[in-house]
């Protein structure tokens, strides 16, 4: 019960401010769509791979297994990505925290691109995505607090030749061209 408390307040908290280092909020609008359809998709190993472009799985610790459809407890990795070791690894982590049927996803997520210290005491990112109709179809409306923006971030990235800006503006950005195109490409498709 502690959990949904802690969720609600972040949800209403970020949900409540404009987009601001480590927190942002957004709406992504899928016409001809149902809130079930998007919802269904999202927890999908095999759409969430197809809606992504990359290889994606939902990992059940309990049987020490993939999964073809997350719930609560699983483990989300999405983004995978082959390394030097010749091995699939995943640039998304995150943890299934809480599911309302065709209606939220609640999770953590975590980024491997963050480069966060192997010491570092950052709290989850959480993130919450929450599925509603609309008169064209469906929305998922997502708010996601404590992204991680260490300065040293930002410098290192600037100083890499990437572009200035927090790690929040990133994921911020990610979120349109990861993961709301492409869906609405693959569900056209479908």
Known sequence: MRIHRLILTLFL?????PAVAGNITQVAEFPGMTPQQLYDA?????????????PATYYR?????????????DELHAFG???ADGKLHYIITGRILRLVPDREIVSTWKASTWGLP???DVPDCVL???????????????????VPDFPDMA???????????????AVNTNWYFRYWDPMRKYFAAH
């Not at 908290?13 to 401010?17: G, K, N, P, Q």
């Not at 410098?155 to 503006?169: F, V, Y």
């Open 13 to 17: 908290l970020a949900s409540s401010l």
């Open 42 to 54: 999202y927890l999908s190993s095999k759409d969430h791979a197809g809606m992504t472009g990359f």
């Open 61 to 73: 610790p309990s049987s020490k297994a993939d999964v073809a459809v997350g719930q609560e407890g």
């Open 81 to 83: 990505m082959t390394g």
């Open 118 to 120: 192997a010491d570092a």
């Open 128 to 146: 919450v995505l929450t599925f509603k109709k609309t008169q064209a179809g469906a929305e998922i409306r997502l708010v996601q607090v404590n």
């Open 155 to 169: 410098d290192a990235k600037t100083a890499a030749g990437g572009a200035a800006g927090t790690e929040t503006d």
